[in-house]
């Protein structure tokens, strides 16, 4: 059975830091694309970063690039995403995601598994 369990999640101010973990079992992380996806209320999920699986090619939306970074240590089965200079605007739930279709890295349908979120607040 595939499990996703996120974490890291909290409540920062502007300009603060996180490091959220998706910690996956059942499955071996490192054969597969994994992403993190973020939804704020009243808003459709977005694609905010993805690595592949082999070389580790990461992917980012704009609004985040130079700011967070994807990671993954496959002999934890973990994927990371390290969030530095945060703006309220990054407030939202975040999810990771195992993609198992080709495709556009930040289409959500192309993802099976999901965890169940992680909440990240930045305050003015």
């Known amino acids: 059975q595939v499990k996703l369990v996120e974490s890291g999640g909290d409540s920062v101010q502007t300009g603060g830091s996180l490091r959220l973990s998706c910690a996956a079992s059942g499955i071996n992380s490192g054969n597969y694309r994994f992403g993190w996806f973020r939804q704020a209320l009243g808003k459709e999920r977005e694609g905010v970063a993805a690595?592949?699986?082999?070389?580790?090619?990461?992917y980012y939306t704009d609004s985040v690039k130079g700011r967070f970074t994807i990671s993954r240590d496959n002999a934890k089965n973990t994927v990371y995403l390290t969030m530095n200079n945060l703006e309220p605007e990054d407030t939202a739930m975040y999810f990771c995601?195992?993609?198992?279709?080709?495709?556009?890295?930040?289409?959500?349908?192309?993802?099976?598994?999901w965890g169940q979120g992680t909440q990240v607040t930045v305050s003015p």
């Open positions: 690595i592949s699986s082999g070389h580790g090619i990461e």
């Open positions: 995601a195992r993609q198992y279709m080709a495709g556009v890295w930040s289409n959500p349908s192309l993802y099976d598994h």
